[in-house]
């Protein structure tokens, strides 16, 4: 069981990145999914989730409306897809299952694996 999370790098303020995450040793459709990340100094947090019953995402305040979580059953990979990036986007990016995506946020991980680090600046 794997997830190996792809997409990081250095990006100025507004631009935009596409972070992967690749699962292998199970199928990603059969669990809710989630990308965390956690700045230096900072307690890891649930960015956005995605249930896989019912479709529901959840996106934490900072990043509404900037970011968008996807999956590809076909692949077996997950997507975050993020625009208008800040300053207070810089951080380890990390892809994992969850237990559940609830109206809250994700629901602990369960399976996840090693992250990429995003860093945005000019």
């Known amino acids: 069981v794997q997830l190996q999370a792809s997409g990081g790098g250095l990006v100025q303020p507004g631009g935009s990145l596409r972070l992967s995450c690749a699962a292998s040793?199970?199928?990603?459709?059969?669990?809710?999914i989630a990308w965390f990340r956690q700045a230096p100094g900072k307690e890891r947090e649930g960015v956005s989730c995605?249930?896989?019953?019912?479709?529901?995402?959840f996106y934490a305040n900072s990043v509404k409306g900037r970011f968008t979580i996807s999956r590809d059953n076909g692949k077996n990979t997950m997507y975050l897809q993020m625009n208008s990036l800040k300053a207070e986007d810089t951080a380890v990016y990390s892809c994992?299952?969850?237990?559940?995506?609830?109206?809250?946020?994700?629901?602990?991980?369960?399976?996840w694996g090693k992250g990429t680090q995003v860093t945005v600046s000019s």
């Open positions: 994992a299952t969850t237990y559940s995506c609830t109206v809250a946020g994700p629901l602990g991980m369960d399976y």
């Open positions: 995605a249930s896989d019953s019912d479709g529901r995402t």
């Open positions: 040793g199970f199928s990603l459709e059969h669990y809710d």
